[in-house]
Nanobody
Framework: QVQLVESGGGSVPSGGSLKLSCAAS????????MGWFRQAPGKEREGVAA???????DYADSVKGRFTISQENSKSTVFLQMNTLKPEDTAMYYC?????????????????????RGQGTQVTVSS
């Protein structure tokens, strides 16, 4: 059973930075997609960033140039470095993991059908 443990959320002022981590364990898949989606109160879920086991990545237009997704050498942990944060980035951020994905993009459909999701970590950006 795949387990995802997220960390790194918090509260920062506008323009600040945070780094989220998602550690995956309990899997043996060689190909997978990992990424982040978010949900703000009263809003629909939005894909943020995704990276596959080959290191290919994708970002939502709303975060391009500000967020960077990466993975450690073992590929079991994915990071989301968030810079120049804006109040509209305030949301619960969730990590997702999908083995043998047909596609791995930042579109929410990638995460909607993901087999495994984390519990979420709150990111709050004050103006």
């Amino acid at each position: 059973q795949v387990q995802l443990v997220e960390s790194g959320g918090g509260s920062v002022p506008s323009g600040g930075s945070l780094k989220l981590s998602c550690a995956a364990s309990g899997y043996t898949y060689s190909r997978f997609c990992m990424g982040w989606f978010r949900q703000a109160p009263g809003k629909e879920r939005e894909g943020v960033a995704a990276i596959d086991s080959d290191g290919n990545f994708d970002y939502a237009d709303s975060v391009k140039g500000r967020f960077t997704i990466s993975q450690e050498n073992s590929k079991s942990t994915v990071f989301l470095q968030m810079n120049t944060l804006k109040p509209e980035d305030t949301a619960m951020y969730y990590c997702a993991f999908e083995p043998h994905p047909a596609v791995c993009t930042a579109q929410y459909s990638t995460f909607h059908y993901a087999s495994h999701r984390g519990q979420g970590t709150q990111v709050t950006v004050s103006s």
